[in-house]
């Protein structure tokens, strides 16, 4: 029976061996923006999924390989934005405003030639989800909210201080002492950052031993934190009138369900998912039901025609 299990744990990564997977870059005015894709074009809807942060890398969703998974029938796009990750080529004083993340993925939409998408915007990625698609309603064919930033920062419902009294001061012990480098007082907050996100200690011990460099740029951070302050895309989410998920962590205290439970009963006919083994991190701590529970909601919608080949510079990965 072990060894019958032990199998089955494993058929899911050998399956993905076979996913095609392509890394590009998109050249813009601003900045040559590197994704990377999984699958391939064809009959299902492509999925672009937006990674949170500011100011990290995608590489914090690659920690397993629920993606590849997710591509077995479709196209799966991810991208770094403009100044994280593989995508630093940026422009001097280019701007890190909400317009320029909806010109940068909507660049990326349009050099894979896909006319109807779907978005799941993750954490602060969902904040770029829907300013994109209050923005380009045309292209949307389903919305994924996963544990998503509330449309504006002031209504986030945010808990970890509450909640982490001891790691909080820990992390404040740990910046004084770094004081006079603040890059790698940065990095130390980080790490101590993602010790907060998880439901399952296990869980969060097994991600932060793999989880390598997160690609993460204090300066890109704080230059959106800045540039979105004042943003607030609330009143857009009433006119959204296409298929809206929203998945959160029934533990997640960085974004806690409130906000979650908000938007889905701000957005006309969304549907709201709660996962109740996860915490910030759903598609880390419970993959299995994260991917029954998106495969189901986009298996109804196919593309028409199928999608055309990608037409920027990519090469295999």
Request: aromatic share 8%; glycine share 6%; with cysteine.
């Amino acid at each position: 029976m072990r060894k019958f299990l032990l199998a089955l744990t494993i058929l899911p990564t050998l399956l993905c061996a076979e996913v095609p997977h392509r890394l590009g870059s998109v050249h813009t005015p601003d900045v040559d923006l590197s994704y990377e894709t999984f699958g391939s074009p064809g009959a299902e809807i492509p999925l672009i999924a937006v990674n949170g942060g500011p100011g990290l890398s995608h590489a914090y969703m690659m920690q397993n390989d629920l993606w590849q998974r997710a591509a077995a029938h479709r196209l799966v796009v991810l991208y770094d934005q403009r100044g994280t990750g593989a995508s630093k080529q940026v422009q001097p004083h280019a701007p890190q405003s909400m317009d320029a993340q909806i010109a940068d993925l909507d660049a990326i939409r349009n050099a894979l030639s896909l006319d109807r998408i779907a978005v799941l915007g993750d954490s602060y990625g969902g904040m770029i989800a829907m300013a994109y698609a209050a923005a380009h309603p045309e292209h949307i064919s389903r919305l994924i909210l996963s544990d998503s930033a509330a449309p504006s920062w002031k209504a986030m419902v945010h808990l970890l201080p509450q909640v982490f009294p001891d790691r909080e001061e820990q992390g404040d012990a740990e910046a004084k002492k770094l004081a006079a480098d603040p890059e790698g007082a940065a990095q130390a907050g980080l790490v101590n950052h993602m010790r907060m996100l998880f439901y399952s200690a296990d869980m969060r011990d097994a991600y932060l031993s793999h989880m390598g460099d997160l690609g993460f740029v204090p300066a890109v951070g704080r230059a959106v934190e800045q540039a979105t302050e004042n943003l607030d895309l609330t009143p857009k989410l009433a006119g959204f009138h296409f298929p809206t998920l929203v998945m959160t962590g029934r533990y997640d205290m960085n974004v806690a369900p409130l906000t979650a439970w908000r938007m889905a009963h701000t957005i006309p006919g969304a549907k709201i998912v709660f996962f109740e083994k996860s915490g910030h991190l759903p598609a880390y701590e419970e993959p299995e039901k994260y991917l029954n529970v998106l495969e189901t909601f986009l298996a109804t919608d196919k593309t028409t025609p199928a999608a055309k080949a990608p037409k920027a510079t990519a090469h295999s990965g």
